[in-house]
Structures are given as structure tokens and as C-alpha cells.
Nanobody, 121 residues
Framework: QVRLVESGGGFVRAGESLRLSCTAS????????MGWDRQAPGKRRELVATVTSTSSIDYADSVKGRFTISMDNAKKTVYLQMNDLKPEDTAVYFCTGLFETSQDGETWSGWGQGLQVTVSS
């Protein structure tokens, strides 16, 4: 079993910045990828950014140029630096991950408990 623990959410004004962190713990042999999704009220959950163990990165178009994802493999931690925040970035942000958990190739994928990010205009 893997546990994802997030930190860093909060309330900011438009144009300000926040940094989210998420640390994975448990039986992890290897990180395949980690990332962030978000879900705004009344909307579907959407991918925000992902990073793989080989440093391949993907962003939602709506955050390109403003958000930066990074991962510290040794700490099993993924970060999301969010700059120039906009009211439309208001959402619950979920850390996600895919991990190898055994030598037999078993994997675990899931998400954390979620962090509220609120951006006022």
C-alpha cells in the first residue's frame, strides 16, 4: 500500500504564488510517475501536470507557462510551483502517482486526500 500526503494549499489573491508538495510513503520499489489533478466545483477532475521517472513532463494547456512540476526521486516527493494564479485555478488539487510495489511487477496507482486552493480576484 502507498500513501500520498499533500501540503501547501491555501487562499491567495490573483497573481500570487503557491507551492504544493506531495510525499509518497509505503512499499515503493520505483516511481513510475507522479503528478497533480484538480477538480473545481461542478466540474470534472482534470490533469494539471505529470512527471515521469525519466523526467518526461506534461501540463494542461491552461497552466503552461505558469505552473512548474518537479520531482525529487530520493525523497519520493513531487512539487507543483504555481505562479500567477488566477481565480479559475480555484479547485481541490490531488496528488497522483503510479508506483511499482514488488519485484513481480505489481503496481499501485491512486491519489491523496486533496488540497483546497482558492484564488480570489
Amino acid at each position: 500500500q502507498v500513501r500520498l500526503v499533500e501540503s501547501g494549499g491555501g487562499f491567495v489573491r490573483a497573481g500570487e504564488s503557491l507551492r504544493l508538495s506531495c510525499t509518497a510513503s509505503g512499499r515503493i520499489l520505483r516511481i513510475n510517475d507522479m503528478g497533480w489533478d484538480r477538480q473545481a466545483p461542478g466540474k470534472r477532475r482534470e490533469l494539471v501536470a505529470t512527471v515521469t521517472s525519466t523526467s518526461s513532463i506534461d501540463y494542461a494547456d491552461s497552466v503552461k507557462g505558469r505552473f512548474t512540476i518537479s520531482m525529487d526521486n530520493a525523497k519520493k516527493t513531487v512539487y507543483l510551483q504555481m505562479n500567477d494564479l488566477k481565480p479559475e485555478d480555484t479547485a481541490v488539487y490531488f496528488c497522483t502517482g503510479l508506483f511499482e510495489t514488488s519485484q513481480d511487477g505489481e503496481t499501485w496507482s491512486g491519489w491523496g486526500q486533496g488540497l483546497q486552493v482558492t484564488v480570489s480576484s
